[in-house]
């Protein structure tokens, strides 16, 4: 019964965090996105963030970003600079050839910052990436 269901583990599908310019603030801005690296389509993408710490946490918010193409990638939503000093996380859903796929990715506090840059799969940018 239990040992019949088949839980899928979750690769090639990222969160991602950059800092980048912002037309409409006229700053840089911290902005976060999912990143499909697989070589297949993702459908019914959907994105839960929080935030917490000990003492404070955030609103939920959930994000349908729907079907994501092989290789591309998809913003999800902007952090505040008081979020990053908060952990962050990001549930994923998302359906492959109608398997449900689900997974956790927690940015710790104070790990979203310009020294952990890094180049990113998909995107043509540097930041803060987690598997």
Do not use: C
Request: cysteine-free; glycine content about 4%.
């Amino acid at each position: 019964m239990k040992e019949d269901i088949e839980i899928p583990v979750v690769t090639g599908v990222y969160i991602a965090v950059v800092k980048e310019w912002d037309e409409e603030f006229l700053a840089k801005s911290w902005n976060s996105y999912i990143i499909n690296d697989l070589d297949t389509t993702i459908e019914m993408v959907l994105v839960v963030t929080k935030g917490y710490d000990d003492k404070r946490k955030t609103s939920m918010l959930r994000h349908g970003i729907g079907t994501m193409e092989a290789k591309s990638s998809a913003k999800i939503e902007m952090l505040q600079e008081e979020l990053l000093e908060m952990n962050n996380e990001f549930s994923v859903t998302f359906f492959v050839e109608s398997k449900l796929y689900d997974k956790k990715y927690v940015f710790r506090k104070n790990t979203i910052n310009e020294n952990a840059f890094r180049d990113l799969p998909v995107m043509d940018q540097r930041g803060i990436l987690v598997k």
